[in-house]
């Protein structure tokens, strides 16, 4: 009834609002047109076809004014009104129009200009008329089972795209017309990200959702009900029941559900009860479908493999390991899952049934030892991404190149395998050559609510770590400091100053000091200093101390704050970290400097009790208490192997002057391609020009074809991943495998259930889209329990690509290497499974772009004689593909050179300039500098040197 009630009252207001447009719009003129004639008789022009004279304008303007005059004046102003209300009114509505398109695209909405008066009358009057229709027209999208139902079903499943909302909104975003892109609106900048399981005493989970049957899910950047629904329900058409559960309660962010597809960051949305798992169905023989001709061996009637069980619920303080999945013997045939069931379970009581995974709330429990928050597994993949450019950077293009479908070998230890798959999904937005950069700035913890906390932002003087877990923590402290902005300009990356001692008590013992300086008293330059004692340590304190307030006597500034965010100096002091033991000798100096912590961006951090700074208690399991008030539940922890780990990614990651090597001098080691962590499985050789029912395209993003186009529909979004993991394992992939590519964060035999039925939903769309009921597309092999993608039924432009290039290594003619290396190229549309933001997909990626990087430079050695500016063509294009790889630019300043063209030389150098400064300001090496160097000098007479 009160739907009803509020669609009259908008229908109502509308008609009012159109009623009163058009008595602006008509009958206003309608009105001086009657009551004044023509309006400009008061400056002497009495009739529309006669134009007065200037003598004319003279008279009337100097004459007596009478009353008609004055009344053809003020029926001008209102003319002069009546036109910039039809102009207002014209503008609002195309700047609605706008507002909508760019919703309907996902992008944010244009931000509104300032409005005069007659323009806010405008304003009010269009937005009241749209306003109703296209709210109406909404609701029908979420409550009409007809064809509109596919539009709603459209809408919902598009990702979220983030958009930066009001701390206190006033009211919630105006609900649009049709399927758009759903809005992530950040609550926060440390909390926008952060999953949330159902605890009834948690108080982060409103009350009306704590007792919802399915447990709740909190928001994070990238969901939409649609995919909520596939994860939480294991159906996504499903996702009505989560939008009619949640509508309209209001949200921490002041914010309530009122459009399907408008969720925001943050928000905590309840879950109805998952179906329990249908009844088993009986043996299904895919090969004969009822009502067709011919049998084929069966393909449900096996044992399916042993799979553990699920996960017990976490406890309050959850500190979860990883159950090792049984190894399943061997079948006789190919389990299998009926081709419409559903990926469901039947969860226990209070239990959130997507919930079993590695990660609690806010954290990753490592497998060696110790607990770390998302916010710091996310700073240390942000080094791991940084350190992948720059191997990418300083990769060699030698020619030929090992053909190999393997990954490139992972920057992370196994030991940190789960922070590069997490942390990752955590990171900000980046590009193909700037790496993401975390949202909070030296996370060391999580507050009770989850939510990550700064070593930055804490209250107080600094803080004081003491408790069995001290020294893991202060271990988690100094990773995160050092990782923080390490992609960013070195005035804005923090400094730690420590004591050797303590240093060799957070490193494992007899640990080598990799990437200390040759005199042995710090790390990366003057990131980590590294002094003899506590007492060296406080003195270095107090002189930084110092210059800091100094520098902000000079420059009249309140707080170092305040003297970074101003541009017209070159004082930018970095966040300053003291890492030290206790010491009641040195309490009262290191009082003075704690004192001045806000101010001046020092931070204490001290191991052991001391006075006048908080101290946290702090457990094995990084759990924190303490006598004063803190904002910290639960600290990072670390192992010694960890942080030796991390701060050797760090030393390889930095940015530094190098030497680089030379495009000239022989190869000095194996190509980063061919140093992989996986066997090399050989790809079936295929021509790209082979003929099979389905056309797998897996470079750049997966996509799958028939004869008859694209199939754009009936695909999971799962099946296309899996296809992808198949296409880059010609040898096939075990269940287990499969998992742990496509679903780490959920319990094994959970994910195992939903990639039985990715690969049941791929075939049974690929036989529907080709035509054939025969044909299996992905097969199972019973002696290795592997499934693989069947060469016969499916070609794959990567092995396409591979036998191309693997063509042209193996021969000695070069216009028949020419034309395959071209085709290899023709083949790479793109970075392998773009889109898909699976961690185990990069360093395939990696791998895969560097053997097509190899081939454009061996095409433009080719092209070069007798077609430079082809050769500078086909390089340009792999520099296109990988901006950051110094060799190319090598190549191409000497094709420039060789070609007398200096200007050209100095363009390409400096676009790499350009392109290596977002890597932590990094500068080109000094081989590449040389190469430039010789493509610049005069040109001698020919004399056998090299140019």
């Known amino acids: 009834m009160s739907r009803t009630f509020a669609a009259i009252a908008r229908t109502v207001r509308a008609l009012l609002a159109l009623a009163v447009l058009a008595g602006f719009t008509a009958g206003v003129p309608w009105l001086l047109t009657v009551a004044a004639g023509w309006p400009l008789d008061w400056i002497g022009w009495s009739q529309p076809d006669a134009v007065p004279t200037l003598g004319d304008l003279y008279a009337a303007t100097t004459s007596p004014w009478s009353d008609n ?39 944010p909405r244009p931000p509104a200009r300032r409005r005069g008066p007659i323009r806010w009358v405008a304003a009010v009057l269009v937005g009241a008329i749209v306003g109703a229709v296209l709210f109406d027209a909404a609701r029908v999208v979420t409550s009409t089972p007809t064809a509109s139902a596919a539009a709603a079903d459209a809408a919902a499943r598009r990702p979220a795209v983030t958009v930066v909302a009001p701390a206190h909104p006033a009211a919630p975003p105006t609900v649009q017309h049709g399927p758009r892109p759903a809005l992530t609106i950040g609550v926060s900048a440390t909390s926008a990200t952060l999953p949330l399981a159902t605890h009834r005493d948690n108080p982060a989970v409103p009350s009306w959702a704590r007792d919802t049957p399915g447990g709740t899910h909190r928001v994070v950047a990238g969901d939409n009900l649609w995919d909520l629904a596939e994860k939480h329900l294991g159906d996504p058409h499903r996702w009505r029941e989560i939008y009619k559960l949640n509508r309209g309660h209001e949200q921490a962010n002041g914010y309530t559900l009122t459009d399907p597809d408008e969720i925001h960051v943050g928000w905590v949305l309840a879950l109805p009860a998952r179906e329990a798992a249908p009844a088993a169905a009986p043996p299904h023989t895919e090969g004969s479908p009822s009502g067709s001709p011919g049998t084929t061996a069966p393909e449900a009637t096996e044992t399916a493999p042993a799979v553990p069980s699920p996960a017990p619920p976490a406890s309050a303080t959850p500190t979860p390991s990883t159950p090792e999945p049984s190894t399943p013997s061997p079948p006789t ?59 990418r950077r300083r990769a060699r293009l030698a020619f030929p190149a090992p053909v190999s479908t393997a990954p490139q070998r992972s920057p992370m230890p196994p030991s940190l395998a789960p922070v590069d798959i997490f942390g990752s999904r955590y990171l900000g937005p980046s590009s193909d050559h700037r790496p993401a950069s975390p949202a909070v700035a030296a996370p060391i913890g999580v507050d009770s609510g989850g939510t990550e906390v700064s070593l930055f932002h804490l209250p107080g ?249 694209p199939i754009a529909t009936g695909m999971r979004s799962g099946s296309y991943t899996a296809l992808a993991v198949l296409a880059a394992h010609p040898a096939g992939r075990t269940l287990d495998q499969l998992a742990a590519n496509l679903h780490p964060d959920i319990d094994p035999a959970a994910a195992i259930k939903r990639v039985r039925t990715d690969i049941t939903s791929a075939r049974r769309v690929l036989r529907a889209a080709t035509g054939h009921e025969e044909p299996m597309f992905i097969v199972y092999d019973p002696a290795t329990s592997r499934y693989q993608l069947d060469p016969e039924t499916v070609t794959v432009d ?150």
Do not use: C, K
């Open 69 to 107: 005059m004055v009344f053809a004046l003020l029926a001008t102003i209102g003319w002069v009104l009546w036109a910039q209300f039809l102009r207002d009114t014209t503008i609002e509505i195309i700047e609605m129009s706008a507002a909508a398109s760019a919703s309907r695209r996902g992008q």
């Open 798 to 947: 990567l092995w396409q690509m591979l036998t191309a290039i693997d063509q042209a290594t193996t021969t000695d003619d070069e216009a028949t290497m020419l034309a395959a290396l071209r085709r290899a190229a023709e083949l790479y549309g793109g970075d392998f499974a773009e889109g898909h933001d699976h961690a185990w997909a990069t360093d395939y990626a990696t791998s895969y772009r560097h053997q097509i990087l190899t081939a454009h430079a061996r095409i433009a050695e080719i092209l070069e004689p007798d077609h430079p500016d082809q050769a500078i063509a086909a390089l340009e294009r792999a520099a296109a593909l990988d901006p950051v790889n110094e060799v190319l630019y090598q190549r191409i300043m000497r094709i420039h050179g060789r070609q007398q063209r200096p200007d050209a030389v100095r363009r390409t150098l400096r676009r790499l300039e350009e392109r290596l400064a977002d890597l932590g300001d990094a500068e080109p090496s000094q081989a590449t500098r040389r190469v430039a160097e010789r493509q610049l000098r005069p040109v001698a007479p020919a004399s056998g040197g090299r140019p």
């Open 333 to 391: 045939a190919e389990p299998s899952t009926p081709a419409d069931s559903a990926d469901v379970a039947t969860p226990a009581p209070d239990t959130n049934p997507s919930d079993d995974q590695p990660t609690d709330e806010a954290g990753i429990t490592l497998p060696a030892q110790g607990w770390i928050s998302l916010g710091l597994a996310a700073a240390i993949a942000a080094v791991a991404a940084l350190l992948r450019l720059q191997r």
């Open 461 to 709: 003087p600094g803080v004081a770590l003491r408790g069995d877990g001290a020294v893991p923590a202060a271990r988690a402290v100094l990773a995160s400091v050092l990782s923080t902005n390490v992609a960013e300009t070195a005035v804005r990356q923090p400094v730690v100053v420590t004591t050797a001692d303590l240093l060799a008590r957070l490193l494992p013992e007899d640990a080598p000091a990799v990437g200390l300086d040759p005199d042995g008293t710090a790390y990366d330059g003057e990131r980590l200093i590294v002094l003899a004692d506590t007492a060296a340590a406080v003195t270095h304190a107090e002189e930084e101390m110092i210059g800091r307030r100094r520098l902000l006597d000079t420059f009249d500034a309140e707080t170092i704050t305040d003297l970074n965010a101003r541009t017209y100096h070159a004082e930018t002091q970095p966040p300053y970290v003291l890492l030290i033991d206790s010491s009641p000798r040195h309490a009262a100096r290191l009082q003075a400097v704690a004192t001045h912590r806000a101010a001046l961006n020092l931070h204490p951090v001290i191991l052991g009790p001391h006075d006048g700074i908080p101290t946290i208690e702090v457990s094995a399991e990084g759990t924190a208490t303490g006598d004063e008030p803190h904002p910290v539940a639960r600290l990072s922890t670390l192992g010694a192997d960890d942080l030796a780990a991390i701060l050797s990614m760090l030393t390889d990651a930095i940015a530094r002057p190098e030497a680089g090597t030379d495009v000239d001098d022989p190869p000095a080691e194996i190509a980063p391609a061919a140093v992989t962590v996986e066997p090399n499985e050989a790809a079936p050789p295929q021509a790209d020009d082979a003929t099979a029912l389905v056309q797998l395209r897996v470079l750049g993003p997966v996509t799958v074809a028939t004869d008859a186009g």
